[in-house]
């Protein structure tokens, strides 16, 4: 069984009103369904059983949970310390980093969408977010705390200037999110198949130059993309960088929400149950939704006859979100499965 990535949102609670986020209506009242603490004590049990490769926490705003240093506490006691991501609330100060930190987390998640002030807080649509983050990037390193960043691609992100910028961070990842057209998001300039293959460009001569990990998230096709670029270098590329490859991309993932409800995707709208009523392990390990979603079989379209499917398998969200059929092509990928791989799969 894979060690998945489970991303936990503990809370939709959050002061701001980024113009992207879909989770900005629930502001600070604390929703009537959210977890309790004895029930998010309960969900670290339940993400234990899963052996996860990493535990996300998120929100909303996580620092919003008065019980946030008990959950990172509890974790890290469960052998899973986890990585929580912040966002520049009120809530986001020194003293809380530093609390973090005392309490086991392993990571702190920041988002930088641009290199500037402008830029960036143009996106978010919240004034003072970027010099905010900084300041907080600032306070994680002065605790002692790994820091990640996320960033979107939107058809104005400059990516090799935003490298350029957490390049004196010392980041230890930057996880590049490739929008799909859901919701809040459906507002935001989203890029073609075209420009995702120069994304993927841009972003492997970073690779070769930073020190840091680029993992994509909703683009499981730059494992394809690296494949491509470095193979005839490199004949044995995919055997002695298989664990590289599979690092790259962001798409084993068990996401459970703010209610308990769990989905194989933040972006996919559609929930396999709920661990309230059910054992996580067996949601994840034997609900039809999730058996169905890693079942590579189950592709149509050119995804089903790519000679990268097992590789890659695109995002199923995407496909979800631009058909309504979730084991369609993902849209986002230009690449043309070669005459013989077609040939293969129709036999």
């Known amino acids: 069984m894979s060690q998945p990535t489970v991303i936990w ?16 209506a629930d502001g600070r009242r604390a929703p009537s369904d ?17 052996k996860p490769a990493r535990l996300i926490i998120s929100g909303g705003d996580p620092l919003m949970r008065g019980d ?3 959950l990172v506490d509890y974790a890290q006691r469960r052998g899973v310390a986890p990585a929580v991501v912040l966002s520049p609330t009120s809530n986001l100060t020194a003293e809380s980093i530093a609390m973090l930190g005392r309490n086991g987390v392993a990571r702190l998640i920041f988002s930088i969408d641009g290199s500037t002030p ?28 790994p820091i990640e960043i996320n960033s979107m691609v939107t058809l104005t992100t400059d990516l090799a200037a935003i490298a350029d910028l957490i390049s004196d961070f010392d980041v230890k990842a930057w996880n590049v999110h490739f929008l799909v057209s859901a919701g809040p998001s459906r507002k935001l300039e989203i890029i073609t198949a075209d ?16 020190p840091f990990r680029i993992r994509t998230v909703e683009a499981p096709h730059y494992r394809r993309f690296l494949l491509q670029r470095y193979q005839s270098l490199w004949p044995d590329f995919a055997t002695d960088f298989s664990e590289e490859i599979a690092e790259c991309a962001i798409d084993d993932v068990v996401f459970i ?19 309230r009523f059910r054992s996580l392990f067996g949601i994840v390990r034997a609900s039809d939704l999730f058996v169905a979603y890693r079942d590579r079989s189950n ?11 097992k590789a890659c398998g695109g995002s199923r969200a995407r496909a979800w979100a631009t058909t309504g059929f979730l084991f369609s092509s993902d849209p986002l990928c230009n690449y043309h499965p070669r005459p013989e791989t077609r040939q293969e799969a129709a036999s």
């Open 9 to 24: 949102e503990i809370t939709r609670r959050c002061e701001l009103e980024c113009r992207h986020c879909a989770k900005r």
């Open 34 to 50: 959210e977890l309790s603490t004895y029930e998010a004590y309960k969900t670290v049990d339940q993400i234990v059983s899963l």
């Open 68 to 70: 946030l240093l008990q």
């Open 118 to 145: 402008q830029s960036h807080d143009s996106r978010s649509g919240v004034s003072g977010a970027f010099a905010a983050t900084v300041k907080a990037i600032g306070w994680a390193g002065q605790a002692s705390i």
């Open 195 to 210: 420009e995702a293959e120069r994304a993927f460009e841009i972003l492997a001569t970073i690779q070769e130059r930073k």
């Open 257 to 275: 929400g703010a209610n308990g409800a769990v989905r194989p995707s933040e972006f996919l709208p559609i929930a396999a149950g709920n661990l």
């Open 299 to 309: 592709l149509t379209g050119k995804c089903a006859q790519c000679e990268f499917r």
